[in-house]
């Protein structure tokens, strides 16, 4: 089955290559390899032929850098910056004068990066780049738009993260469980409730001018734009205060022995499950490919060929999706790529289970501990080996087809000072071994100190059933074969060592508040 994975990676890596083959030399070189320029340490440029122009305009501040007290200051300040206007124009007339451009301007903000990101025709280069740069370097900060924007992010944890989205919900709790209050990384990034309550325009002027600085500054930009334009933006950009590099320094994750379980209760009619635990591994260590690998082999995200996904939905029929992870993934209901620009010096290990009907909550747990537990027990088998990482080496392709995604992931390669993304990964899974693979689960994986956040209607009763380790026999619409029904038996008096103080019930208007 995962050979299919193979096979489709094949197709969709070979029409790239017909695509790219296609291009003028230059062209193709640099939008199917791209060569990072990075001379000058405050930008990454991806020149090419394209007549797209992309920017991705990277501040190394984020969520990690919000005040005590000010959670969610960082994302409602970028949130000024690309939603609020300029001094000269409303916000309303900047997306009035993008619209016949055909163009838009995002922002992100994660833990340690805030990216602005748009594309543009080169015949609107200028027109887009004037606008661009009004925004970002001489903003409006209107009090109307900061009580909008503020209102934004309050609705969005209050309604559409608490009320309306049970998968990202569990994720984000479990973040909160792996990294407590305590930690710069303990909280939501657009922020708590409370916070954002009391929060003022002041407290945004001051955010933008400590953290919007040049020595924070990286310019990326790829497409056919003019020799010297990035030295006009260099020179534009070089109004922003000059500032200090921001640097936080993380010591290794560690994370207290034994399973502990949120339950967050919210009326809906499904069930979320989301674990993991920390890991001391980014993108740069020895070990990070074979974690990839793992991850890939035992959940890749959307993949129908992943082992956790054969055996809870194809082999059983009990929910959507199945997936694992080795970094942040956030909005992963809603596309089939990861973002490029939410670099962190650490990440999580992470299995997340969507959607489960409620009756069924208790024995998915219990079956993806039990898969989990089987791993990190029995390693992955050769075959597996060989097929996930032919998969993954392709698949690197496909994460950075587009010449923004080139763009980001560049950047992302910069902080992580590593080759290009699609360099290093071949190269690196061109040295991994099978025994690394293995030697990497023994050593990272564990099944003693994990974290589990639940959203569920019936938080009591799945909470007695944990505790109590009740039966959780599983029913189907169909027969099964009998391969299943046996293991279903072991899965469903799979016990779960849990202390009584450990699992605890949030309603769902205390989460973020």
């Known amino acids: 089955m995962i050979r299919r994975k193979v096979l489709l990676a094949i197709v969709v890596v070979t029409v790239l290559g017909i695509f790219c083959g296609q291009l003028p030399l230059k062209a193709a070189t640099s939008r199917c390899t791209p060569n990072m320029n990075t001379a000058d340490t405050n930008t990454v ?27 969610g200051l960082a994302s409602l300040t970028a949130a000024m910056l690309a939603e609020g206007g300029s001094r000269a124009r ?14 838009s301007f995002q922002w992100q903000v994660d833990k340690e990066m805030t990216v602005f990101s748009g594309s543009t025709h080169l ?7 004037a606008l661009v740069r009004e925004m970002l370097l001489d903003p409006g900060f209107r009090e109307d738009d900061f009580k909008r924007l503020k209102e934004d992010a309050i609705n969005y944890l209050k309604t559409s993260l608490r009320g309306g989205n049970d998968e990202e919900l569990g994720k984000e709790v ?4 792996i990294y407590p209050g305590a930690h710069v990384y303990g909280h939501e990034n657009r922020g708590a409730v409370g916070a954002l309550e009391k929060m003022t325009i002041k407290d945004v002027r001051d955010f933008y001018q400590k953290n919007f600085t040049q020595a924070n500054l990286v310019v990326g930009l790829a497409g056919g734009y003019p020799e010297k334009f990035p030295a006009q933006v260099k020179s534009d950009f070089a109004k922003l205060s000059v500032g200090s590099p921001a640097g936080i320094k993380l010591a290794n994750p560690t994370q207290a022995p034994g399973i502990r379980i949120q339950i967050v209760e919210r009326e809906t009619r499904s ?15 020895k ?17 129908s060929n992943s ?12 929910n959507y999706g199945d997936y694992a992870y080795v970094e942040y993934f956030p909005r992963g209901m809603f596309q089939f790529q990861p973002d490029p620009n939410l670099g ?42 060989e097929s996930t990482r032919e998969f993954l080496s392709k698949y690197v392709n496909v994460l950075t087809a587009t010449q923004d995604a080139q763009l980001g992931y560049a950047l992302d390669s910069r902080y992580y000072q590593i080759a290009d993304f699609p360099t290093y990964m071949r190269e690196q899974l061109a040295k991994l071994t099978f025994e690394d693979v293995n030697r990497a689960i023994r050593q990272y994986l564990k099944s003693d100190a994990m974290r589990i956040a639940i959203v569920t209607k019936d938080a009591a009763g799945l909470r007695d059933a944990i505790l109590s380790n009740k039966l959780s026999p599983i029913t189907y619409n169909a027969p099964k074969p009998k391969e299943i029904t046996d293991e279903d038996k072991i899965i469903e008096t799979y016990k779960i060592e849990v202390k009584s103080a450990d699992v605890i019930i949030v309603p769902v208007e205390k989460v973020f508040q």
Do not use: C
């Open 344 to 385: 962190r010096q650490q990440q999580i290990f992470q299995i997340w289970i969507r959607p489960v009907e409620p009756q069924n909550g208790h024995f998915v747990l219990r079956a993806a501990l039990y898969e989990y537990d089987r791993l990190v027990r029995e390693g992955i088998t050769k075959e597996a080996f």
């Open 123 to 129: 015949d609107n280069l200028d027109k887009y780049y």
């Open 45 to 71: 440029l991806l020149p090419n032929r394209s007549p797209l122009v992309s920017f991705r305009i990277l501040f190394m501040t984020g969520s990690a850098y919000d005040p005590k007290d000010k959670e």
């Open 90 to 103: 409303t916000y309303a007339e900047i997306t009035d004068a993008m619209y016949p451009m055909a163009t």
């Open 174 to 177: 479990l973040y909160t469980m």
């Open 287 to 303: 070990d990070w490919p074979a974690l990839a690998v793992v991850a890939s082999y035992f959940g890749q995200h959307r993949s």
């Open 271 to 285: 069930t979320a499950i989301s674990l993991g635990f920390p890991i001391n591994v980014t993108r740069p260590n």
């Open 307 to 318: 082992y956790l996904y054969q055996r809870l939905r194809e082999a059983r029929g009990l």
